[in-house]
């Protein structure tokens, strides 16, 4: 079996408390793999740490305790080898949409002649459907969805090992967010990279990701489920509310969202214990349970999400 490509090991963040000598324990003894090239979302409700765990990801913050290693190496700090897209789009606001992309390529490849980086760049932004002018637009000037097209495009251009999804369609209307999910499946696909994704939304989780982890709810939040998305791709978004397993899924997210997120947060994990996630597979009928391994444990082969 071959090394996880991300590998989360009794990972905690605490802060300091104000008047308290007790720090506040937002998260601790996150345990989980993921595998290169896989798809994974990440819910919990807000303040179990989703995002912090996402920051210590990007190197933009530090764990109070524990590890984490990408391809071997300890991730300390930013680093180009990690793309972040972010939910308020996080462009330069005098810059073109083109040239948000170019700034980001010329930084990846700075040997780079001037044609490669246009080339480049003009390419992502073509798979996110920026053309016909479009590229050519300031920020202030395009809508929304257009905005995180391009701040897509730019994540991708730069051909990091591991992009980071911070929800990046929750505040986008339904048909546009539907849209750039198709859009984002499709560069994804054509890629080969990893993606990390934290969403509220479990229809959209279930249509994207190959996993998704379930986190208790906070103080001293967990992750404490590994979901298996056991829906063949491609996945149409219009299709699959037929396919049965797509509601024995999303009653699972639900029902753990709602009432069981709150109850394991009461079970604390002693100290020196590593313990991963539960994986489960409620996509399956019970007579087909069977001890298959994890997406996470093993590579996954990725096909495109067909649009509506």
Known sequence: MSQPFIEIRELARRFPQPGSDEPVTVFEHANFNIQKGEFVCIIGHSGCGKSTIMNI???????????VTMDGKQVSGPSLDRGVVFQNYSLLPWLSALKNVIFGVRARHPDWTREQILSHSQKYLNMVGITDGAELR????????????VSIARAFAIQPQLLLLDEPFGALDALTRGSIQDELIRVWSATEQTIFMITHDVDEAILLADRILLMTNGPF?????????????????????HDEAYYRIRNHLVAFLTRRSAELAGERVADGLLQFPATVRPGRKSSDQTDAPDPGQSPRHRLVVNGD
């Open 57 to 67: 990801l990007s190197g933009l913050d530090d764990g109070s305790e524990g590890s």
């Open 221 to 241: 939040a967990r992750v404490a489920e590994s979901v298996v998305v056991d829906i063949d791709r491609p996945r149409n978004r219009a299709e699959i509310i």
């Open 138 to 149: 300031k920020p202030s000037q395009l809508s929304g969805g257009m905005r995180q097209r």
